[in-house]
């Protein structure tokens, strides 16, 4: 299992050997417009810095796309073609074809979408492309509600949670879609979840991902200190706390079913996290208790998992 | 018009700099375990280097403030562990092992490295103990001829005629002062004030006086001169020198509450001798290292606490009776204890075949006739000679500080500092600014896994020492205090790319950090802070 910032020992996490100095100063990645804080940037950055220039980016509509640069100015290194909300998954697939035919087989496309545009608006496409298994890989941003258009609730975001669609008194009351399962149901060959505090675990799975081909599919946590009611500095202290308190589970899932936990997560700093965020500042106990509840089960789901590794789980069976 | 609109320009011109309302400094602030080292070790910075196995590097750090560390790492207090912020978390990281490693590591494999030539300065050190050491060995390696003097046969001073073998081994302490004296010319038997005067010392350029304090207190009580009774330093002394003691099933009774008189009593124990203890407070208030009473405690040794001799007699046969009162403990006194005041009439008696004196040892000055004492113990010796005016620097137990070897150590690396800036005819250059010293708060605790303490203090000492690996371990717990450790957190976790990292550390481009304080906050050690503007 991969150890995260803990070792043994205690030692300050060195968090990961990068070069992204060198690959970073070849550009201008300065100025940007995310505000203070944003996770969505530092996720972006570390993930360029794995993928490199042979990479074209396209993102629909959502805070990358409004922060990456005021037109005709771009912070991006790689190319970066904005797209309809809903299309995001279609015209990657296009750019895929139209790269392969020109012979550029090599070039990554990352699909760099929020959760509005992968959990709820984009759902239908990105099924179809995963059920081709397109040769795209899928990344999802998810700071867990429509951000940028003034913090409305999306099907990511978690239950009893406050946004300005589900306000005190009308909490959601829905809990956030299990994502992995969905994709796992398509059967692609990869899909993980990661943390931007967790920066080993995440650029190995980015490296992962980029070594396979088809479908690869990555969720990753983003932190947003105005959407979220947060300090901007507790960006990746909230990152570090939604991991281990199980509520954002770090694990891959290979071709659909073998499941596999990248950090034991302690099950500490569950009431931290939610006491740092203003959004969950409205839930009652008893909510608070349901979530954790879920929480809890879930991560029991996946330890079950990981453990009968090797075996093959039937999709949709309970372990 | 192209097919499709393209950004061609990049985003550098939104100085996003002007968003911040506070800024990002990187000051290291000073790691409590260095502040509160007496000799002025970088502690931070030699564990630092274990971390990355530089052993050698370690040693040299580590020599540049102490060149005695296989000695401290036995015998040193270490104040630096008591105030090491781990203390509170888990377990203080145990220094002392590390010091002693290091210490090892240096009589084993220490490159013997060339000597500056002398320059033809010359400097005269009295006393060879750790302050006369340190003075010495620091001037030699500036390039000042050193004669050193002492009245004993071997130099160490209480290293090698008080602290007692089995806290410190003799090959040990010889193989570190062999280093130590090399390049240095040391006359052993001399005394000052008997074998050479002042008169000797004239053509000397400066001259350090570290004579310690050896002269035991007395009892100042009826018998305290009657054969069987002595002083405690006395009975290490000649332990220490190799002569056969008899006490084997002697009843010893040690009078004191110091280290000396916790060295007393294990020794004489060691000797096979019943040995009681009698200190004039209780256990709380006796003046010896910590660990030294623990140890002391945990060997059949008998305390009598609360007690005060009042009177020894001696019998026919040699045999000694001591007659002592009881106390109990009063208001504290100017030193913070409790005042033991005697209880009328409770007098009671103690057989004894000896009775070792060790409430303490004052400095012997009588080479000086015309010395001054302050009140606060400080010695003047301005006016003792117009032939040594402005060149006469003193150091180790003559100075009213603790008397440690560490506080020795630091003194006399102190004295060589004045003595070398006032050879340049320089003022003294302080280098060791402090700023402010990072205390618990300054740790983010989340990067820090709580160890089991019992079970990782057994493992760490199993086998007396550590080994590479577990040094290495050990130093890999240190949170680095208040300084940067390198681990590049500031500069992954900008969403800005606003932390510039190059070979001499990391700095922030404010010309575009927003001031979000992530950098701050993930900070493990606390060397970076967010200040408003
Ligand atoms: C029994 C005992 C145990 C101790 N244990 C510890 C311990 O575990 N840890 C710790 O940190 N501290 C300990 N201390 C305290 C520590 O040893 C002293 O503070 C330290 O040694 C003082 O160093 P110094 O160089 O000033 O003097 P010293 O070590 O006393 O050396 C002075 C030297 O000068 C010589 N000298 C004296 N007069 C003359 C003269 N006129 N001419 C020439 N030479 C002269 C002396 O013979 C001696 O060799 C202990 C002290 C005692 C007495
Ligand atoms: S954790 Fe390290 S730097 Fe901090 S006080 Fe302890 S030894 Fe010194
Ligand atoms: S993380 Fe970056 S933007 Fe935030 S305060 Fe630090 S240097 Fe500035
Ligand atoms: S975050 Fe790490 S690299 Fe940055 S100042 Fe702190 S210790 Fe140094």
């Given at each position: 299992?991969?150890?995260?910032?803990?070792s043994?020992?205690?030692r300050?996490?060195?968090a990961?050997?990068?070069t992204?100095?060198?690959?970073c100063?070849?550009?201008?990645?300065?100025?940007?417009?995310?505000c203070p804080?944003?996770?969505?940037?530092?996720?972006?950055?570390?993930?360029?810095?794995v993928?490199?220039?042979?990479?074209?980016i396209?993102?629909?509509?959502g805070?990358?796309a409004?922060?990456?640069?005021v037109?005709p100015h771009?912070?991006?290194p790689?190319?970066?073609?904005?797209?309809p909300?809903?299309?995001?998954?279609?015209?990657?697939?296009?750019?895929?074809?139209g790269?392969?035919?020109?012979?550029?087989?090599?070039?990554?496309v990352l699909?760099?979408?929020g959760?509005?545009?992968?959990?709820?608006?984009?759902?239908?496409?990105?099924?179809?492309?995963?059920?081709?298994?397109?040769?795209?890989?899928?990344?999802?941003?998810?700071n867990?509600?429509y951000?940028?258009?003034?913090?409305?609730?999306s099907?990511?975001?978690?239950?009893g949670?406050?946004?300005?669609?589900?306000p005190?008194?009308?909490?959601?009351a829905?809990?956030?879609?299990?994502?992995?399962?969905?994709?796992?149901?398509?059967?692609i060959?990869y899909f993980?979840s990661?943390?931007?505090?967790?920066?080993?675990?995440?650029?190995?799975?980015?490296?992962?991902a980029?070594?396979?081909?088809?479908l690869?599919?990555?969720?990753l946590?983003?932190?947003?200190?105005?959407?979220?009611?947060?300090?901007p500095?507790d960006g990746?202290t909230?990152?570090?706390?939604?991991?281990?308190?199980r509520?954002?589970?770090?694990?891959?899932?290979i071709?659909?079913?073998?499941?596999?936990?990248t950090?034991?997560?302690?099950?500490?700093?569950?009431?931290?996290y939610?006491?740092?965020?203003?959004?969950f500042?409205?839930?009652?106990?008893?909510?608070?208790r349901?979530?954790q509840?879920?929480?809890?089960?879930?991560?029991a789901?996946l330890?079950?998992?990981?453990?009968?590794?090797?075996e093959?789980?039937?999709?949709?069976?309970?372990? | 018009?192209p097919?499709?609109?393209?950004?061609?320009?990049?985003?550098?011109?939104?100085k996003?700099?002007s968003?911040?309302?506070?800024?990002?400094?990187?000051?290291?602030?000073?790691?409590?375990?260095?502040f509160?080292?007496?000799?002025?070790?970088?502690?931070?910075?030699?564990?630092?280097?274990?971390?990355?196995?530089q052993?050698?590097e370690?040693f040299?750090?580590?020599t540049?403030?102490?060149?005695?560390?296989a000695?401290?790492?036995?015998?040193?207090?270490?104040?630096?562990?008591?105030?090491?912020?781990?203390?509170?978390?888990?377990?203080?990281?145990?220094?002392?092992?590390?010091?002693k490693?290091?210490?090892?590591?240096?009589l084993?494999q220490?490159?013997?490295?060339?000597?500056?030539?002398t320059?033809?300065r010359?400097?005269?050190?009295?006393?060879?103990?750790p302050?006369?050491?340190?003075?010495?060995?620091?001037?030699?390696?500036k390039?000042?001829a050193?004669?050193?003097?002492?009245?004993h046969?071997?130099?160490?001073?209480?290293?090698?005629y008080?602290?007692?073998?089995y806290?410190?081994?003799?090959?040990?302490?010889?193989?570190e002062?062999?280093?130590v004296?090399t390049g240095i010319?040391?006359h052993p038997g001399?005394?000052?004030?008997r074998?050479?005067?002042?008169?000797?010392?004239?053509?000397?350029?400066?001259?350090?006086l570290?004579?310690?304090?050896h002269?035991?207190?007395?009892?100042?009580?009826?018998?305290?001169?009657?054969?069987g009774?002595e002083?405690?330093?006395?009975?290490?002394?000649?332990?220490?020198?190799g002569?056969?003691?008899d006490?084997?099933?002697?009843n010893?009774?040690?009078?004191?509450?110091g280290?000396?008189a916790?060295?007393?009593?294990?020794?004489?124990?060691r000797?096979g001798?019943?040995?009681?203890?009698?200190?004039?407070?209780?256990?709380?208030?006796?003046?010896a290292?910590?660990?030294?009473?623990?140890?002391l405690?945990?060997?059949?040794?008998?305390?009598?606490?609360?007690?005060?001799?009042?009177?020894?007699?001696?019998?026919?046969?040699?045999?000694?009776?001591?007659?002592?009162?009881?106390?109990?403990?009063?208001?504290?006194?100017?030193?913070g204890?409790?005042?033991?005041v005697?209880i009328?009439g409770?007098?009671?008696?103690?057989?004894?075949?000896?009775?070792f004196?060790?409430i303490?040892?004052?400095p012997?000055?009588s080479?000086?006739?015309?010395?001054?004492?302050?009140?606060?113990g400080?010695?003047?010796?301005?006016?003792?000679?117009?032939?040594?005016?402005?060149?006469?620097?003193?150091?180790?137990?003559?100075?009213?500080?603790?008397?440690t070897?560490?506080?020795?150590?630091?003194?006399?690396r102190?004295?060589?500092?004045?003595?070398?800036?006032?050879?340049?005819?320089?003022?003294?250059?302080?280098?060791?600014?402090v700023?402010e010293?990072?205390?618990?708060e300054?740790?983010?605790y989340?990067?820090?896994?709580?160890?089991n303490?019992?079970?990782?203090?057994?493992?760490?000492?199993a086998g007396?020492?550590l080994?590479?690996?577990?040094?290495?371990?050990?130093?890999?717990?240190?949170?680095?205090?208040g300084?940067?450790?390198k681990c590049?957190?500031?500069f992954?976790?900008?969403p800005?790319?606003?932390?510039?990292?190059?070979?001499?550390?990391?700095?922030?481009?404010l010309?575009?950090c927003?001031?979000?304080?992530?950098?701050?906050?993930?900070c493990?050690?606390?060397?970076?802070?967010?200040?408003?503007?």
């Open positions: 299992m991969n150890q995260g910032p803990h043994a020992a205690g300050p996490a060195a990961v050997a990068m992204d100095y060198e690959f100063s070849q550009y201008d990645l300065y100025g940007h417009m995310a804080g944003c996770g969505e940037k530092i996720l972006l950055r570390h993930i360029l810095n993928l490199g220039p042979e990479t074209v396209v993102c629909p509509a805070c990358a409004v922060t990456d640069g037109f771009s912070i991006s790689v190319p970066f073609l904005h797209v909300f809903d299309a995001t998954p279609a015209a990657a697939a296009g750019v895929r074809a790269l392969d035919l020109s012979g550029r087989k090599h070039v990554t699909a760099w979408a959760d509005g545009a992968t959990f709820d608006i984009g759902m239908g496409a990105l099924s179809a492309i995963a059920e081709r298994n397109e040769n795209i890989l899928y990344v999802c941003y998810d867990e509600a951000m940028n258009t003034g913090i409305q609730r099907s990511a975001t978690p239950y949670g406050w946004s300005t669609t589900t005190k008194g009308q909490l959601k829905e809990p956030k879609k299990n994502i992995g399962a969905i994709m796992a149901a398509h059967r060959p993980a990661g943390s931007p505090a967790f920066l080993d675990d995440l650029t190995a799975k980015v490296a992962q980029k070594r396979l081909s088809g690869r599919f990555l969720h946590l983003s932190p947003c200190p105005p959407g979220w009611k947060a300090d500095r990746i909230l990152a570090r706390l939604a991991v281990e308190s509520l954002f589970p770090l694990y891959e899932i071709e659909g079913t073998h499941y596999r936990l950090h034991e997560s302690s099950g500490a700093g569950f009431d931290e939610l006491q740092l965020q203003g959004r500042r409205y839930m009652s106990a008893g909510d608070r349901i979530l509840a879920d929480a809890d089960r879930f991560y789901q330890t079950l998992r990981h453990n009968r590794n090797g093959t789980t039937v999709i949709g069976e309970e372990p | 018009m097919e499709l609109a393209v950004s061609s320009g990049s985003m550098s011109w939104n996003t700099g968003w911040r309302s506070s800024t990002p400094l990187h000051i290291d602030k000073t790691p409590p375990c260095n509160n080292c007496p000799a002025g070790e970088n502690i931070r910075g030699y564990i630092d280097l274990l971390k990355h196995y052993t050698a370690a040299e750090l580590l540049s403030a102490n060149p005695l560390p000695v401290c790492g036995r015998v040193c207090f270490h104040p630096c562990q008591a105030h090491c912020n781990r203390h509170g978390f888990d377990l203080a990281i145990q220094v002392r092992l590390l010091e490693f290091i210490g090892d590591w240096g084993e220490a490159p013997t490295k060339p000597l500056p030539q320059s033809g010359k400097v005269a050190v009295i006393g060879a103990g302050a006369g050491l340190a003075a010495a060995y620091y001037l030699r390696r390039g000042v050193v004669t050193m003097y002492d009245d046969a071997l130099p160490g001073g209480i290293l090698e008080g602290i007692p073998a806290r410190l081994e003799k090959d040990v302490l010889q193989a002062l062999t280093r004296l010319e040391f001399m005394k000052f004030g074998d050479f005067d002042i008169g000797a010392l004239v053509e000397y350029d400066a001259v350090f570290a004579t310690g304090a002269q035991s207190k007395r009892l100042h009580i009826e018998g305290e001169n009657i054969p009774v002083s405690g330093l006395g009975f290490l002394q000649q332990l220490n020198s002569e056969k003691i006490v084997q099933s002697h010893v009774l040690v009078i004191g509450g280290n000396t916790c060295d007393v009593a294990r020794s004489a124990y000797l001798a019943h040995v009681t203890l009698l200190y004039r407070r209780t256990e709380r208030e006796m003046p290292f910590a660990e030294e009473i623990e140890q405690r945990a060997e059949p040794i008998h305390c009598e606490f609360l007690v005060a001799p009042e009177r020894i007699t001696r019998a026919e046969n040699g045999t000694l009776t001591l007659t002592a009162i009881r106390m109990k403990l009063g208001e504290p006194d100017e030193s204890r409790a005042r033991p005697a009328e409770s007098q009671f008696t103690l057989i004894a075949d000896r009775i004196a060790a303490g040892e004052d012997d000055v080479f000086f006739p015309n010395a001054q004492q302050h009140d606060d400080e010695f003047d010796f301005s006016g003792v000679d117009a032939r040594l005016a402005g060149k006469l620097f003193v150091g180790g137990d003559l100075l009213p500080n603790p008397r070897v560490p506080h020795a150590v630091g003194s006399g102190l004295a060589a500092e004045k003595i070398l800036a006032q050879l340049r005819g320089e003022p003294l250059v302080a280098h060791d600014c700023v010293v990072a205390g618990p300054d740790i983010n989340r990067y820090f896994t709580r160890i303490a019992v079970k990782w203090q057994t493992g760490l000492a007396g020492a080994s590479e690996q577990s040094a290495h371990a050990e130093a890999e717990r240190c949170f680095s205090c300084v940067c450790s590049d957190n500031c992954n976790f900008c800005d790319l606003a932390v510039i990292k190059s070979a001499g550390g990391y700095q922030v481009n010309e575009y927003k001031g979000c304080g992530i950098c701050a906050a993930e493990p050690g606390g060397s970076l802070r967010m200040r408003q503007q």
